[in-house]
């Protein structure tokens, strides 16, 4: 016991020696929040829109007009050639074009139904997606009105309208929703990397060789080098969760108790990955190397930047067995939703499961000596 | 098991990969309080008898010993008991002198102060710089901080691999005096160096090369066991003095040593037939004498049988 918490003494001594570390610990969480939460928006606004308006009669200037009136678009120009439009989205200056043949309102008026074109630049799917998806909804509200107009109110609604309400994020803040998931990705960054790094630290610079030949165990040693990262990743996600409150006002719906009652678990797993890392490289660019391979895919495949609801049903099982998933939905829910044990009961037995896989595997293959 | 030798290595071999033997069939004895060298140039295989004498390393075939317990089954009794210094400073750079030193003394369940007896010859002249890093310290200072972390728990035998690699020649020396008074402590100590000169400074040597131990015995004796005729020898042209006294027909062996060629002959030749052999073959500045053997040149000679 002794010789652990002197381990423990000895890390924490290095890793505050070094002059950037205590900074960096209290920097990065408000960093990564105020970067990321910001930039990581999915809220499309200022998609800039060219029309070419064949038409040029009261129907289609009020349809432009409407387009004009929206938050989500800028009108960037017109002109009556579609080549032209296209060579505006080609230069990037424009995202979509909407093109308004010459018959448009005569066309409405007679055959009670008339065709638009959008052309959308697709380079980017989610902006593209949603570019539509507005000016589709644009166009849907300026087909009711012209037609309450002409054939008087209550014919222009649609049998069959739906309204939604969005719950437990009642204003979609994409703050509410990417912080939590952001802390995830700290609090796994520090695990990972620093725990991994640093076992292979001392393989590297062969302090290891002077450790392997005294009565140290194999578990003080373990325990030594990892509980001060675990330490230093809970305060981190303290700090980051501090943060989220008073800059984010991340609501706290849930229990507090229960986000760190699961952190401490998660972090179990994602020490133990960088143990194993540690166990299998003999330099830190190979365990960096290996600890980005996973991290990677884990972040990507997270759920925190798209959904995992919308990934092919292969991937969609790929993702069962990434932890940081589990963590960012127990954060949304626990944090935004007020989730009690019972409702992560599965997501704590897997993570229970995993954590005691991977730190088998890796202090089984952690060896003293060749 | 009770054992008389304080090292006992029977038959010990050790291969890296398919091609590589680092040792085949070692054998040796050390006795308690010894002073003992492994002499050998680079790839010998001391380091790799070192390690497994460490429990670092298994070996693949053979039984060794360390105050009498199994490298095998007892290194848990053993890694309490021995010192070792590898031949890679291996202490943390980001910490201060006394934060190793204590660091080491702790993980071994003592205090610097229990055993500031054994090292204050060596930990004395560190004292000074004891809250600078270790990796600001000079090669000389960083070699008596790794032998003082590696003697502070008392072991009974030390373990040094190529202590003095990389060291200046003052700190080399101040380092063999240290081992010296240490061996007058008790201490059982197997050091391992590839220069020739520091095999005198041993007790008993062993000189190992490519994986074989060559010979094993007293410096005095190995030296002595040299029987030929041997001559320093230097003229004005090095590279072509070696080739022509290589063909010379009385030649036993030439190599370079020092500012010189050292010239082995096969029976009593007088220096003057060589003077004239050289200056036949149009050497200038000829300077011939006779050479007092040392170590190397036993070394050199025990090679070439191979």
Redesign the interface.
């Known amino acids: 016991m002794r010789t652990i918490l002197f381990i423990i003494r000895k890390e924490f001594v290095q890793i505050f020696r070094h002059r950037v570390m205590l900074p960096l610990i209290f920097m990065m969480p408000i960093i990564q929040l105020i970067i990321l939460a910001h930039a990581a928006d999915y809220e499309v606004r200022n998609i800039n829109l060219f029309i070419v308006d064949h038409d040029l009669s009261q129907y289609s200037s009020r349809l432009v007009g409407k387009f004009q009136a929206s938050a989500h678009f800028n009108v960037v120009g017109s002109a009556f050639s579609s080549k032209t439009a296209f060579d505006e989205i080609q230069q990037g200056d424009a995202d979509l074009f909407l093109e308004i043949p010459a018959d448009f309102q005569r066309k409405l008026l007679r055959d009670n139904g008339a065709g638009l074109q959008l052309s959308v630049d697709a380079v980017n799917g989610v902006k593209a997606g949603l570019a539509n998806a507005y000016a589709t909804a644009i166009i849907q509200d300026f087909n009711e009105e012209i037609r309450t107009e002409a054939l008087g109110p209550g014919a222009g609604k649609l049998p069959l309208s739906i309204a939604s309400s969005n719950w437990f994020n009642p204003e979609l803040n994409y703050f509410t929703f990417m912080v939590p998931g952001i802390l995830v990705l700290l609090v796994t960054l520090v695990g990972m990397f620093l725990s991994g790094m640093n076992i292979v630290k001392e393989k590297e610079i062969g302090t290891i060789e002077q450790i392997n030949v005294t009565p140290i165990r194999k578990y003080q040693f373990i325990i030594g080098k990892l509980l001060p990262f675990w330490v230093i990743a809970n305060m981190e996600l303290a700090f980051g969760l501090l943060v989220g409150w008073l800059i984010f006002d991340i609501p706290f719906v849930g229990s507090l108790w229960l986000v760190f009652g699961f952190a401490a678990l998660y972090l179990l797993v994602v020490l133990g990955m960088g143990l194993f890392i540690s166990t299998v490289t003999e330099t830190q660019q190979q365990a960096m190397f290996i600890a980005w391979f996973f991290l990677i895919i884990f972040i990507l495949m997270s759920g925190l930047f798209t959904p995992i609801e919308s990934m092919p049903p292969w991937a969609q099982h790929i993702t069962r067995f990434n932890p940081v998933a589990y963590f960012v939905e127990v954060m949304r829910m626990v944090l935004l939703k007020g989730s009690g044990l019972m409702d992560i009961k599965r997501h704590i037995l897997v993570m229970l499961g995993y954590a005691m896989a991977v730190n088998g595997l890796a202090v089984w293959n952690y060896r003293k000596r060749s | 098991m009770s054992n008389q030798f304080a090292i006992d290595i029977q038959g010990v071999s050790k291969r890296y990969g398919k091609d590589v033997q680092a040792l085949d069939e070692v054998s040796l004895q050390v006795r308690p309080g010894e002073l003992f060298g492994l002499i050998g140039p680079d790839g010998a295989g001391k380091t790799t008898l070192i390690r497994i004498l460490?429990?670092?390393?298994?070996a693949d075939e053979g039984q060794a010993t360390v105050d009498g317990w199994d490298v095998r089954k007892d290194?848990?009794q053993i890694?309490?008991n021995?010192g070792?210094m590898?031949g890679?400073?291996?202490?943390?750079?980001?910490?201060s002198v006394e934060?190793n030193l204590t660091?080491?003394a702790?993980?071994?369940?003592t205090t610097i102060r229990e055993n500031y007896d054994l090292i204050r010859d060596i930990y004395g002249q560190l004292e000074p710089f004891r809250t600078r890093k270790a990796g600001k310290l000079s090669g000389g200072m960083k070699q008596k901080l790794a032998l003082s972390?590696a003697l502070i728990h008392k072991p009974s035998v030390l373990f040094l691999d190529e202590p003095t690699t990389g060291v200046d020649a003052v700190s080399r020396h101040e380092f063999w005096e240290m081992l010296q008074r240490l061996r007058q402590k008790g201490i059982t100590i197997l050091v391992s160096t590839p220069y020739m000169d520091e095999a005198s400074l041993c007790e008993r040597v062993a000189l190992i090369q490519k994986g074989r131990i060559l010979s094993i015995d007293t410096p005095a004796n190995i030296v002595g066991s040299f029987d030929k005729p041997l001559l320093a020898i230097r003229t004005d042209d090095m590279y072509r003095l070696i080739n022509d006294l290589r063909q010379f027909e009385s030649t036993h062996s030439a190599y370079p040593f020092g500012d010189y060629v050292h010239l082995a002959l096969d029976g009593p030749i007088w220096a003057e037939a060589v003077h004239a052999y050289l200056v036949g073959k149009e050497h200038t500045g000829i300077e011939i004498k006779p050479a007092e053997v040392t170590i190397e040149d036993s070394f050199m000679e025990l090679m070439s049988k191979e």
């Open positions: 460490a429990t670092l390393l298994l290194y848990k890694r309490r021995v070792y590898p890679r400073f291996s202490l943390y750079q980001d910490l934060e660091f080491f702790t993980i071994f369940g972390c």
